[in-house]
């Protein structure tokens, strides 16, 4: 439910309806815009009575919210949230754009990787330490090493750091060492592990799930939220079709669907999302033109032979390109690089 409140409502009268809407058991999220201030309230609203509260002076309008999901809907937040990490931010004017390769394979490896993608314009490095692998027998990452050598690149660079958690084990490791933690796409449902993540401050970067629905990836994203964490940044890295040519089919529509359903920003995996390099450019900027907020991209210096996705990793010259393209595309759709 959301209710709307008059334009310089008194502030006592404001106060005496939060009280009676607390006294409900019901949490409110007060939400101040430039003309309007709204009170987001999460629980059984319906045991309150829409009417009533219309009747309250300070009130000018009551909204009932029709989807499960309240703190992740756009109606309890009409501004686009902005997720800032350091000096950067995910969701406003400036494009983030997240590179680096599948796996942390070496320091030689991750270390020149992170330059290259800096010097063509990221903002942000991505790296795998610990790998979820569909076969037992593939490589699993370098684990706590890899994270060591993911600081290495850090600090060699500034960029921060994107990688994927995947136990809450090593939750207290990742709130340490890591600027944005990453949840893929076969965690999405692991609601143990999305509330552990609720009750830290780190921005969550959420993975849509193979088959999951927009609903249910912004369901999973609400249980981050209801935690108390709002630092949320969504993914669409492809969807499990009936089409077997690419990796996944990439779901471009996500992103004004989400755009009109929540606040939250949304970035594109095309690299996940196709399984090959060579298309990767396209998708890309496909999704920049259809309002992503940034780019998730694997970029790897020697493709043939790395240990996890080569097929679909760019190397640092192609990326390059393909960044030279973005700059000039972002300002069509009023964004910077």
């Known amino acids: 439910m959301i209710v709307v409140l008059q334009p310089n409502a008194d502030k006592m009268e404001v106060a005496k309806l939060v009280a009676l809407i607390e006294s409900?058991?019901?949490?409110?999220?007060?939400?101040?815009?430039?003309?309007?201030?709204?009170?987001?309230?999460?629980?059984?609203?319906?045991?309150?009575?829409?009417?009533?509260?219309?009747?309250?002076?300070?009130?000018?309008?009551?909204?009932?919210?029709?989807?499960?999901?309240?703190?992740a809907n756009r109606l309890f937040h009409p501004n686009n949230s902005e997720i800032k990490i350091g000096d950067q931010v995910i969701g406003g004017e400036k494009l983030a754009i997240i590179a680096g390769p599948c796996s942390v394979e070496s320091r030689e490896q991750i270390t020149e990787v992170a330059k290259d993608v800096k010097a063509s314009?990221?903002?942000?490095?991505?790296?795998?330490?610990?790998?979820?692998?569909?076969?037992?027998?593939?490589f699993q990452g370098l684990g706590y090493d890899g994270l060591e050598l993911l600081k290495e690149a850090r600090k060699e660079t500034g960029l921060p750091v994107v990688t994927e958690l995947m136990s809450t084990n090593d939750l207290e490791k990742f709130i340490e060492d890591v600027d944005v933690i990453q949840i893929g796409a076969r965690n999405m449902q692991n609601f143990d592990l999305l509330k552990e993540l609720g009750r830290i401050k780190k921005p969550i970067l959420l993975k849509r799930g193979l088959s999951?629905?927009?609903?249910?990836?912004?369901?999973?994203?609400?249980?981050?939220?209801?935690?108390?964490?709002?630092?949320?940044?969504?993914?669409?890295?492809?969807?499990?079709?009936?089409e077997n040519y690419t990796r996944n089919t990439l779901d471009l529509s996500a992103i004004p669907a989400i755009k009109k359903l929540s606040h939250l920003p949304i970035i594109i995996d095309p690299s996940h999302a196709t399984g090959k390099w060579w298309m990767v450019e396209s998708l890309a900027k496909a999704a920049v033109v259809a309002g992503a907020d940034g780019l998730i991209i694997e970029v790897h210096n020697d493709p043939l032979n790395a240990l996890c996705d080569g097929q679909q990793s760019l190397k640092p010259e192609a990326f390059d390109e393909l960044m030279s393209d973005i700059k000039k595309l972002a300002p069509i759709v009023n964004r910077t690089v």
Do not use: W
């Open 24 to 71: 409900k058991n019901l949490k409110i999220q007060p939400i101040e815009g430039q003309d309007l201030t709204i009170l987001g309230l999460v629980g059984d609203t319906s045991i309150l009575d829409a009417k009533i509260l219309e009747a309250n002076d300070v009130v000018r309008r009551v909204l009932h919210v029709e989807e499960p999901y309240k703190k």
């Open 121 to 138: 314009g990221a903002n942000f490095l991505r790296g795998g330490a610990f790998k979820p692998r569909t076969s037992p027998y593939a």
């Open 212 to 242: 999951a629905t927009i609903e249910e990836l912004l369901m999973s994203a609400e249980y981050i939220m209801a935690g108390g964490n709002e630092n949320v940044i969504l993914c669409e890295r492809g969807i499990r079709t009936f």
